[in-house]
């Protein structure tokens, strides 16, 4: 992760802000409890055994493929939005892709091709549900 | 110590042993050895759960479930850490990315308004050891609109770049600094409201 600061607000009052915020940068001990629910959920969610590397792109790809039906359902001259059959698959695949996606995460959270598929699925499914209300 | 049981403050090791031990510790928690993820738990349960805090907008059922859903994530992924950063790195990484997943998912849930549930609790805990200035400032950036408070978040307190912040948060640099004199110029209304 870089830690370069490059903004552009240099006048005097935005430098002691800065400084201000930057204090703020502080631990923070979460209550008990937090450790008793990790705890109490270890069991469930044993650790993923050691991936073979192919693990998160065949995800990745799987989801450009539900990405790119769902860019074309999405197209207005190609498709009318009303009762269209295929779109509560199209909803449920993409919903699993954020699922797959997030989980591909997990395993490599500083992906920035995976946050980006994320970020286009989450982006397709809302143009998709504003299509749908039309 | 039993897993099981709320782990206490734990020391850090010296710098020179630390990256050793904190390896062999990641690797006895990939294997399944709860007692070795308490250690890890209670070593960085403090930093994950204070960025969370401020990503979410303060304190509050919120941020300690997404304080726990981190760790859990961490739990499941350990195998996938492979030194190439700092465990502290990664894990912060994670949970960044844990809140902001959140922070997305929020924005479809129109019947939620988790900052209301967060602005309740701010003031409510340690403000006798906290000066009234660093309060106002607290709830003034609990305020801002999700998107900038987490670019002003990121930016400012964090010391992310606009380049790690635009592709955490799927958005062009330009907007990430857009979004970023913006959460200033709100901040610094807030605070001269409070004044």
Redesign the interface.
């Known amino acids: 992760m870089n830690m370069r600061h490059d903004d552009t607000d240099r006048d005097a009052g935005s430098a002691v802000l800065r400084m201000q915020l930057r204090a703020l940068r502080t631990d923070i001990d979460p209550p008990p409890q937090v450790w008793d629910a990790v705890a109490a959920r270890l069991d469930e969610a044993a650790p993923a055994p050691p991936r073979r590397r192919a693990q998160w792109p065949l995800a990745l790809a799987a989801t450009l493929s539900c990405a790119a039906l769902a860019g074309w359902w999405a197209l207005p001259q190609l498709r009318p939005a009303a009762a269209d059959p295929t779109l509560a698959a199209t909803f449920d695949a993409l919903d699993r892709d954020a699922r797959d996606l997030r989980a591909a995460l997990a395993q490599a959270p500083d992906s920035p091709l995976l946050l980006h598929q994320l970020h286009r699925v989450d982006a397709l499914r809302r143009t998709l549900e504003q299509r749908a209300t039309l | 110590m039993p897993?099981?049981?709320?782990?206490a403050?734990a020391p850090v090791p010296p710098d020179g042993e630390a990256q050793a031990n904190e390896r062999a510790l990641v690797r006895a928690?990939?294997?399944?050895d709860?007692d070795a993820?308490?250690v890890l738990?209670?070593r960085h349960?403090?930093?994950v759960?204070?960025v969370i805090?401020?990503l979410v907008g303060g304190?509050g059922v919120r941020a300690?479930d997404l304080?726990?859903e981190a760790?859990?994530?961490?739990?499941?992924?350990?195998?996938?850490w492979r030194g190439e950063?700092s465990f502290a790195?990664?894990l912060?990484?994670?949970a960044v990315?844990t809140a902001l997943?959140d922070l997305?998912a929020a924005r479809?849930r129109p019947d939620r308004d988790g900052d209301d549930d967060a602005l309740d609790s701010l003031g409510t805990h340690d403000s006798a050891t906290r000066t009234g200035?660093?309060l106002d400032?607290?709830r003034a950036?609990a305020t801002l609109p999700p998107r900038a408070r987490a670019v002003?978040v990121l930016?400012?307190?964090?010391?992310?770049?606009?380049?790690?912040i635009g592709?955490?948060l799927?958005m062009a640099v330009g907007s990430s600094?857009a979004q970023?004199?913006r959460a200033?110029g709100l901040?610094?209304a807030r605070l001269e409201g409070y004044a």
């Open positions: 897993a099981a049981f709320a782990p403050a928690a990939a294997s399944g709860r993820f308490a738990y209670r349960a403090p930093r759960h204070g805090v401020r304190r300690e304080t726990q760790f859990i994530h961490a739990w499941q992924s350990l195998a996938g950063s790195t990664w912060h990484r994670l990315n997943m997305r479809a200035d660093t400032l607290e950036v002003l930016f400012d307190i964090e010391g992310w770049t606009h380049d790690a592709e955490a799927g600094k970023l004199h200033r901040l610094r």
